[in-house]
């Protein structure tokens, strides 16, 4: 079975803070991605990684930055907190292409509340 | 613009009766397309997709979905809902966007069953 972690369930920070999300992958697979998830929006991309070293801006990368060191692991980074980052932030990874299938796995989600 | 739309934001069921969430979609070229499921404080599992071939497809836990290229619709379906199917349902498409292929996402379902 494919396993994505998530490094905190939940998390709380104070504005302005810098703020680290880490997310492990144990299947090798190539992409990562990383979404916010707010009721009624949906998920929305906020990164992706299709290698190690390499990212790729999503549709809302603004206050976010990435960090992809290793094949299985993907860091998320809010340089500074601000309250209307309080969200549901999740972790995805799947395999390239036509190597793998399409779907994505997800980790369990870590809940970021920023007071 | 390529979208995903889920127009119901809760669906309310009897146990034992049959359940569909509805989806429609648009988006350029051959659609594949997905459907995820959300446990209460849980990530995202995949459930079922369509990429070519039949119609109907079957996932996991007695879920299945018919892909409708004339009404661009891709609904879930169950002939006799648990209570344990309760459950946030988000649909998605494989769209391709600023050179990559990307999913978007819906804005997810919540699918009450009642006993």
């Known amino acids: 079975d494919v396993k994505v972690t998530q490094s905190s369930r939940y998390l709380v920070k104070r504005t302005g803070e810098k703020v680290f999300l880490e997310c492990v992958q144990d299947?090798?697979?190539?992409?990562m991605f990383w979404y916010r998830q707010d009721p009624g929006l949906g998920l929305r991309l906020i990164y992706f990684?299709?290698?190690?070293?390499?990212?790729e801006k999503g549709d809302i990368p603004e206050g976010y930055s990435v960090s992809r060191e290793k094949k299985e692991r993907f860091s998320l980074i809010l340089e500074s907190a601000s309250t209307n980052q309080t969200s549901m932030y999740l972790c995805a990874s799947k395999l390239r292409g036509l190597a793998g299938s399409y779907e994505q796995y997800f980790g369990p989600g870590t809940r970021l509340t920023v007071t | 613009a390529q979208s995903v739309a889920q127009p119901e934001d809760q669906v309310n069921v009897a146990e034992g009766n049959p359940l569909t969430v509805k989806c429609t979609y648009s988006?350029?070229?051959?659609?594949?397309l997905f459907w995820y499921v959300q446990y209460p404080n849980r990530g995202l599992q995949f459930l079922l997709k369509y990429i070519t071939g039949d119609n109907l497809v079957k996932g996991s836990y007695g879920f299945e979905a018919e892909f409708n290229k004339s009404q661009t619709s891709f609904h879930l379906k169950k002939p006799s809902a648990l209570v344990s199917d309760s459950a946030l349902y988000f649909c998605a498409v494989r769209a391709y966007m600023d050179s990559n292929y990307q999913l978007i996402w819906g804005a997810g379902t919540k699918l009450i069953i009642k006993p």
């Open positions: 988006v350029s070229g051959n659609p594949y």
């Open positions: 299947m090798d697979h190539e992409n």
């Open positions: 990684s299709y290698d190690v070293k390499m990212k």
